[in-house]
T-cell receptor, first 115, second 116 residues
Framework: AQSVTQPDIHITVSEGASLELRCNYS??????LFWYVQSPGQGLQLLLK??????LVQGIKGFEAEFKRSQSSFNLRKPSVHWSDAAEYFC?????????????FGTGTRLQVTL | GAVVSQHPSWVICKSGTSVKIECRSL??????MFWYRQFPKQSLMLMAT?????????EQGVEKDKFLINHASLTLSTLTVTSAHPEDSSFYIC????????????FGPGTRLTVT
């Protein structure tokens, strides 16, 4: 069974500083990997995804992530954080069910941005 | 594109009653829909996977007689919490996945259920 670990429960960064959120996964085959963001009381918005190909993936809102098979990692980065980036971030790994991907989520990292 | 809606967004019900939550894909056909439950400040836990016209597949530990899932069409899935109790209070989120090998899930905005 697949699993996801997000080691950092809570991270605080200053606006304008760089950001890296860690994600490690466990899956027997080539994984489908996702990063989602959730604002309080809201659903999830997809930031980016990795299925195959280039291991550096660009997403929305200036986010990027790099798939490193040797480290089983898919860390999320942003060079300059904005106050509006404060939210909960979830990494997820997907396993194909044939026509869809069954997702397993990490426990999330809460990002706080100080001005 | 790929918008998923949920209704209601917020519901309060009395203990012992049932409540139905709807999940709709507005601009695509969803061959597979997923239902998640999220407790405060915790991650999403998959409850069940449903394919249009088939019985839902429930995750281990989820009571299928308590959480009834119906996926009667390619744009609508419903979750009915039967005989609700306060411990069923939670944030319920659905997602939908289209056909054609698109493995991405599109998430609804969630429904906050409070059982008094």
């Amino acid at each position: 069974a697949q699993s996801v670990t997000q080691p950092d429960i809570h991270i605080t960064v200053s606006e304008g500083a760089s950001l890296e959120l860690r994600c490690n996964y466990s899956y027997g085959a080539t994984p489908y990997l996702f990063w989602y963001v959730q604002s309080p009381g809201q659903g999830l918005q997809l930031l980016l995804k990795y299925f195959s190909g280039d291991t550096l993936v660009q997403g929305i809102k200036g986010f990027e992530a790099e798939f490193k098979r040797s480290q089983s990692s898919f860390n999320l980065r942003k060079p300059s954080v904005h106050w509006s980036d404060a939210a909960e971030y979830f990494c997820a790994v997907g396993a194909s069910t044939g026509t869809a991907s069954k997702l397993t989520f990490g426990t999330g990292t809460r990002l706080q941005v100080t001005l | 594109g790929a918008v998923v809606s949920q209704h209601p967004s917020w519901v309060i019900c009395k203990s012992g009653t049932s409540v139905k939550i709807e999940c709709r894909s507005l601009d695509f056909q969803a061959t597979t829909m997923f239902w998640y439950r999220q407790f405060p400040k915790q991650s999403l836990m998959l409850m069940a996977t449903s394919n249009e016209g088939s019985k839902a597949t429930y995750e281990q530990g989820v009571e299928k007689d308590k959480f009834l899932i119906n996926h009667a069409s390619l744009t609508l899935s419903t979750l009915t919490v039967t005989s609700a109790h306060p411990e069923d209070s939670s944030f319920y989120i659905c997602s939908a996945s289209g056909a054609g090998g698109d493995y991405e899930q599109y998430f609804g905005p969630g429904t906050r259920l409070t059982v008094t």
